[in-house]
């Protein structure tokens, strides 16, 4: 059975302070009332290490919003699987749309970022989803399809148990428009079967697909009911501890 979760992007949200408090009160609130599912952050890249401190890790994981495709040296700026790592995250969010679109991330520069990211023991919640170009052309399956060959699927089915899979329709994404709960099944169940057809039945059973995109805790029961759904990957609603616990709270 794949694992249920709920996973937070915090984008490029909240300074230091507001980070840590945020993540204290998560902390807190699920201290109080455990979880059903496993519960991630992902944090820029600055609060790594604080929050890292703060939380409990076996009720709340870590992760990185995106790391580098190179391993080490002279790359101004970037930060490496590795350093993402030595913080005592968990996770790192590969392939969003917003990195694809606004900072040219390439299939092959993801795969990079991939190789190193497993290279350096993180788990990945790698984030595939049309535009709305492209659903209303009906290509929603071929390019999800594509996403998943371009990047992953060079994988060992060893590697792939580390990958999590996050559906976000560009076209859901902050935009308050969700995908209907029968739409995000249809094509879960697709991706599950690409997955099948690659590394076979049980591979991809066992493999979680999140659903992103204007998830909120008014809509996450109906989405997780379905069975191909294992939670959802929140960006806006993963900013309050109210908010981001009703979602959690959808797989009671
Ligand atoms: P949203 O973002 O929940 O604000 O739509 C989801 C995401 O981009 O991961």
């Known amino acids: 059975m794949a694992k249920k979760i709920v996973a937070g992007n915090w984008k490029m949200n909240k300074n230091l302070q507001e980070g840590i408090e945020l993540a204290q009160g998560l902390n807190e609130a699920l201290a109080a009332d455990k979880p059903n599912c496993d519960v991630i952050i992902c944090t820029p890249f600055i609060h790594l290490a604080k929050v890292s401190e703060i939380i409990n890790h076996d009720v709340i994981n870590l992760g990185a919003e995106n790391c580098a495709d190179k391993a080490s040296g002279a790359y101004t700026g970037e930060v490496s699987a590795e350093m993402v790592k030595s913080t005592g995250a968990e996770y790192v969010i590969l392939g969003h749309s917003e990195r ?9 520069i993801l795969k990079e970022k991939v190789d190193l990211a497993l290279a350096n023991g993180l788990k990945i919640l790698f984030c595939i989803g049309e535009s709305l170009e492209q659903r209303e052309a009906n290509e929603q399956n071929a390019v999800v399809k594509a996403e998943l060959e371009g990047s992953v699927f060079h994988l060992s089915a060893e590697q792939f148990a580390n990958i999590v899979i996050a559906y976000e329709p560009i076209w859901a994404i902050g935009t308050g428009k969700t995908a209907t709960a029968e739409q995000a099944e249809e094509i879960h169940a697709y991706i599950r079967s690409v997955v099948a057809e690659k590394y076979g039945a049980e591979v991809a059973a066992n493999t979680s697909i999140l659903y992103g995109g204007s998830c909120k805790a008014s809509n996450a029961p109906e ?13 806006g609603a993963s ?12 797989w009671k």
């Not at 694809?100 to 092959?108: A, L, S, V």
């Not at 900013?239 to 959808?250: M, P, T």
């Open 100 to 108: 694809r679109e606004y900072y040219n991330e390439t299939p092959e």
């Open 223 to 235: 989405l997780f009911a379905k069975p191909d759904i294992d939670g959802g990957l929140i960006g």
């Open 239 to 250: 900013l309050k501890v109210a908010d981001f616990k009703g979602i959690i709270d959808a």
